[in-house]
């Protein structure tokens, strides 16, 4: 009889432990001057700690190494070219100023990490920054001396450029580095399964035991997200909007994502949203893809993709009006009514 | 015809398709990610509170830059007041949907919507 009950009881525990709670770890911290988020599902909690752990650590790292502002041997590498005098790095700092090179003049140049001296100019380079438009003329003398990392002389890991006024930046670019970096420890302590955020740039690694990981895209002038999509194992999302930073005066919005060409904001863009497959580099195109196609506007951004290899882009232009190309559009979800949405081929 | 069908009288038919206006009218009001139940404040990333929707309460968070004000009210939240240069947080506003949030970067302080069911697992912005 004892037996006969015990059975029915077993039966029902079994089921409750099918609903018990996903082993998730959520750790949130700031790095890069902005929020970090990393969640693991780990069946060992001592070994998700760990791990999270190490990524926070390659994060701090990667912000005090390569601080374009704060003393740091991006800055100190700044300084040589100022004084136009060529510098050895280390072979990572090397690699990174070959590769947002290529990045930038894959996208023309519309990205380009070597106009720090506008960012500073437009007072984006600080922590606290004040209202206030440059005057015209001081970027008019930029423009003039048109500096880019174009500019920049790779040989070996000694550094130098044909032009001192330019100033390098990994704004835009470093995030994107460090989701592969986070990727790529997490997998090496035996996580595959984990979603990583650092300031609204996204990589998924596997599921949520056997779950899609599923990122919504912010909404550039609502508190909640347009939509959402459902990331694949090794996929990244990032989003380039004119909300994360920016300044107003008398009523007009300047972002910080600026034109080199012109040396203003772009203002016809509020948002662009790529989706890069699964690779090595995927979480560096997350960051460093959507810039260039913010920045060439309604008549540019479809080539520009094309040209950076980007399939799956969203862009909301400064009147609201929401475009996604046929191959994100398909795999987007919407919460409650659709916003209208014109599918771009 | 079913025998039923005849006890339905035509106020009865007013009163279904009332009914099934209701509810479709309440799909967009209400399909928006499950119920919100809980506003969570984290202050250097770790949770300083979780808060039930239900209740009226206000939180001083203190950051590296001075203390973030969060006020919570039933079926929202909001940060009130926070010493960031650039105040996006505060511009955010009223956030009532699971998954919506405010991070004020600088203070280090952020606050989220929950509910039962998380919709997404994170946001790209």
Not at chain 1, 52 to 65: K, Q, S, T, Y
Not at chain 2, 89 to 117: D, F, H
Request: hydrophobic share 45%; glycine share 10%.
């Amino acid at each position: 009889m004892r037996y006969f009950l015990s059975l029915p009881i077993l039966l029902v525990l079994f089921v409750l432990a099918g609903c018990g709670r996903t082993p998730l770890q959520e750790q949130q911290a700031y790095v890069f001057g902005t929020r970090v988020e990393v969640l693991i599902v780990s069946a060992e909690p001592e070994q998700g700690r760990q791990a999270i752990a190490a990524v926070l650590r390659e994060f701090d790292r990667l912000h005090r190494a390569y601080h374009a502002w704060q003393a740091s041997e991006l800055t100190e590498l700044n300084a040589a070219i100022a004084a136009g005098k060529p510098r050895t790095v280390t072979p990572e700092l090397a690699a990174f100023v070959g590769e947002a090179q290529a990045l930038s003049r894959q996208g023309d140049y519309l990205f380009d990490p070597g106009i720090g001296e506008l960012i500073k100019l437009w007072g984006f380079q600080a922590d606290e920054f004040k209202a206030e438009l440059p005057p015209p003329g001081e970027i008019k003398a930029w423009l003039a001396k048109k500096p880019s990392i174009a500019d920049i002389v790779i040989d070996g890991n000694s550094i130098r450029s044909r032009n001192r006024h330019v100033a390098l930046d990994f704004g835009g670019y470093l995030k994107g580095v460090a989701l592969d970096r986070a990727a790529a420890i997490l997998r090496s302590q035996g996580i595959n399964n984990a979603l990583i955020n650092i300031g609204g740039n996204v990589m998924a690694l596997g599921s949520k035991e056997g779950k899609k990981w599923r990122v919504g895209i912010q909404h550039p002038r609502q508190p909640g997200p347009m939509a959402t999509v459902s990331l694949e194992d090794g996929e990244a999302i990032g989003t380039s909007g004119d909300y994360q930073r920016f300044f107003e005066v008398n009523g007009k919005r300047y972002p910080h994502l600026l034109d080199p060409r012109s040396g203003y904001p772009a203002d016809h863009t509020q948002a662009v949203t790529v989706l890069i497959p699964a690779g090595s580099k995927a979480g560096t195109l997350s960051d460093a893809s959507s810039k260039p196609i913010f920045i060439a506007g309604a008549a540019g951004w479809r080539d520009m993709a094309a040209q950076m290899g980007i399939a799956q882009v969203l862009r909301v232009d400064s009147n609201d009006r929401i475009f996604v190309t046929a191959a994100l559009h398909r795999r987007l979800e919407f919460i409650g009514q659709p916003p209208a949405i014109e599918i771009v081929p | 015809m079913k025998a039923w069908l005849a006890l339905l009288l035509p106020g009865d038919w007013l009163v279904v398709l009332a009914g099934i206006a209701v509810v479709a009218a309440s799909v967009p009001i209400f399909w928006q990610g499950g119920m919100a139940d809980r506003a969570i404040i984290r202050q250097e990333g770790k949770v300083f509170a979780e808060v039930d929707l239900r209740s009226r309460k206000q939180f001083e968070v203190a950051g590296p830059l001075g203390n973030t004000l969060i006020a919570v009210e039933p079926g929202r939240a909001r940060v009130v007041s926070d010493p960031g240069p650039r105040q996006y947080c505060v511009r955010q506003g009223w956030l009532m949907r699971p998954g919506e949030i405010a991070i004020c970067a600088p203070n280090r302080v952020s606050v989220q919507i929950a509910g039962r069911t998380k919709v997404y697992d994170s946001i790209s912005y």
